[in-house]
């Protein structure tokens, strides 16, 4: 399916997600891409907006491919796409290297992001119903 821009998007999705209007939910958009759809969704189903901040874990030689990636959260959840590591021959080390460079680059963002307030919600100790954009 494609759309003319990501606000298009998000008005077409927020009415398939149209029986959540009402409910204690919250819309949580990745940063940067997602917010333009996020924010179309959370204005119609009347419902708070936050962001998660997720970032690629690149291999460190070819920092497009994607080797795992990292969302913020009270304890940082980690995702490894195994067959690239090994395809691509990295070592546990350059692994936890290349994570610990992202997770530091979220904290940086997230204090930029969130100016001294903690986010509504978090990816990984949510109390209400979450939809992720």
Known sequence: MRFSDRSEAGKQLARALEHYRGHDV?????VRGGLPVAAEVATHLQAPLDVILVRKIGVPWHRELAMGAVVDGN???????????????VTEAEFEA??????????????LYFAGRAP?????ASQSSSMTA
Do not use: D, Q
Not at 98 to 111: D, F, L, N, P, T
């Open 98 to 111: 290349a994570c610990k460079s992202e997770i530091a680059e979220i904290e940086r963002r997230g204090s």
């Open 26 to 30: 919250v819309v949580l958009a990745l």
């Open 75 to 89: 304890k940082p959840i980690v995702v490894r796409e195994e067959e690239v590591i090994a395809l691509a021959r």
């Open 120 to 124: 509504s919600t978090s990816p990984n």
